[in-house]
């Protein structure tokens, strides 16, 4: 059995432990598909923070209190820099984190691309999963934000004029900051417009990404951050085309139980597309695959039982990944929904 996981965010990466822990039950070889719209130049530092996450959590490495980077990290590097007065200053790397960057950034330097580079890493972590980022090419998140960035006194979202997506920043006092700056500075509190994937237009699905997905027996959609996680995934050009032409069912599992996400801010990026933050409003964002949308089934909480998308199969289990055998049973219960 091959199972293909798109897949983003912290949330992602402990719902891969389960997809794991399945795959090793049932004898499945898993590929996982990760987001690369976080990415961004810190210091002169190629930064993954998705590609790290899983690593990190699959690899036995993660902070399992902050839920992101290294465990027993310590922070002498980001302290020299603040008394340089360097900036960013909201933005800080661990020690033990540089050194991922410092290979990563060498090896990419050298030319060799993200996928390859991404694959030497993981001999060191071994995740037991085969790791792909969506695209070796550039492509980043940006926000649109109105003015200098400051908090606007309302709701994030309230003026929003559009979905994932789009042109570049339109003149009249907007603005783009990069998605990390938007997240980790502003908390995501400033008035936002939309989002925009740059590059995303010239990006093309890093070898070996859509082949697993032709090749696959279900894909699975984690229960990441739809509008920062996956929808960059599917910005690639071909790469939602490999997955709702491909023979593989495809099915989700919801980020939002009872109306509000586990973790993260997911409801201030649904709240900028005009998405309802519940399990029927990112399950009717993504849409049924008979319909051109891309699911064939959608799980969801106990609590949001009664959600309905329309053509869509939903099914309602346990989601709270407490532990790794309640996300494997997540798991099992997804791919026996196809």
């Known amino acids: 059995m091959r199972i293909v996981v798109l897949t983003g965010g912290i949330g992602g990466a402990r719902f891969l432990l389960g997809v794991r822990a399945y795959a090793r039950e049932v004898g499945a070889e898993v590929t996982a598909v990760v987001n690369v719209g976080d990415d961004l130049r810190l210091h002169g530092l190629r930064v993954c923070p998705d590609l790290d996450s899983v690593l990190y959590t699959l690899g036995g490495g993660a902070d399992p209190q902050r839920g992101w980077g290294r465990v027993d990290e310590s922070w002498t590097v980001k302290d020299e820099l603040a008394a340089y007065g360097a900036e960013p200053s909201w933005f800080g790397l661990g020690d033990r984190d540089i050194a991922t960057h410092l290979v990563r950034t060498t090896m990419l330097d050298?030319?060799?691309?993200?996928?390859?580079?991404?694959?030497?890493?993981?001999?060191?972590?071994?995740p037991g999963v085969r790791l792909l980022p969506a695209t070796d090419d550039r492509l980043e998140t940006h926000v649109v934000v109105s003015g200098d960035g400051e908090p606007a006194g309302s709701p994030v979202g309230s003026d929003a004029t559009g979905g994932p997506g789009g042109s570049a920043p339109p003149d009249g006092g907007q603005r783009a900051i990069h998605f990390q700056e938007w997240w980790v500075r502003y908390r995501a509190r400033i008035r936002t417009h939309?989002?925009?994937?740059?590059?995303?237009?010239?990006?093309?699905?890093?070898?070996?990404?859509?082949?697993?997905?032709?090749g696959a027996d279900v894909v699975l959609v984690a229960p990441s951050n739809p509008v920062v996680s996956?929808?960059?995934?599917?910005?690639?050009?071909?790469?939602?085309?490999?997955?709702t032409g491909g023979p593989a069912p495809v099915v989700g599992v919801s980020p939002i139980i009872g109306g509000a996400p586990v973790r993260g801010m997911a409801d201030s990026c649904l709240a900028v597309v005009g998405v309802a933050c519940t399990a029927g409003g990112v399950g009717g964002m993504y849409g049924s695959r008979a319909t051109g949308g891309l699911l064939d089934g959608w799980l969801v909480a106990e609590e949001d039982a009664a959600t309905v998308v329309p053509d869509v199969t939903v099914r309602a289990v346990p989601l709270l990944m407490t532990d790794e055998a309640a996300t494997a049973a997540m798991v099992r219960a997804a791919v026996e929904l196809t």
Do not use: N
């Open 110 to 126: 050298a030319g060799y691309p993200l996928h390859q580079v991404t694959e030497a890493l993981a001999t060191r972590w071994q």
């Open 194 to 214: 939309r989002f925009v994937f740059v590059g995303a237009e010239s990006a093309k699905p890093a070898p070996g990404v859509t082949e697993a997905i032709a």
């Open 230 to 243: 996956i929808a960059p995934i599917l910005a690639v050009p071909g790469l939602r085309e490999a997955v």
